[in-house]
Nanobody, 118 residues
Framework: QVQLVESGGGLVQAGGSLRLSCQAS????????VGWYRQAPGKQRELVAA???????NYADSVKGRFTISRDNAKKTVYLQMNSLKPEDTAVYYC????????????WGQGTQVTVSS
């Protein structure tokens, strides 16, 4: 059973930093593309950052220059370094990954809350 578990969320002041982690476990041969999404109450879930198996990254315009996505394949973990946080970054952040086990499937984590106070 493959699982994704996010961690690292919390309450921070505007301008502060957090590092989110998404760790995969289970029967995994490889982790392909991974994305961090976020969803604020009453809003649509949006893609924040993504990273391919080859390390290519993409970011939402709203977080460019502030957030950095990275991965450690040996640890089966993807990170989202969040700097210069703004109140509008407040949301539940979800990890999404395409994982090859016995077959290729897409998985979601349960999310971690990030709250940025002004």
């Amino acid at each position: 059973q493959v699982q994704l578990v996010e961690s690292g969320g919390g309450l921070v002041q505007a301008g502060g930093s957090l590092r989110l982690s998404c760790q995969a476990s289970g029967s995994i041969f490889s982790i392909n593309a991974v994305g961090w999404y976020r969803q604020a109450p009453g809003k649509q879930r949006e893609l924040v950052a993504a990273i391919t198996s080859g390390g290519m990254t993409n970011y939402a315009d709203s977080v460019k220059g502030r957030f950095t996505i990275s991965r450690d394949n040996a640890k089966k973990t993807v990170y989202l370094q969040m700097n210069s946080l703004k109140p509008e970054d407040t949301a539940v952040y979800y990890c999404n990954a395409d994982i090859l086990g016995w077959s290729s499937k897409n998985y979601w984590g349960q999310g971690t809350q990030v709250t940025v106070s002004s």
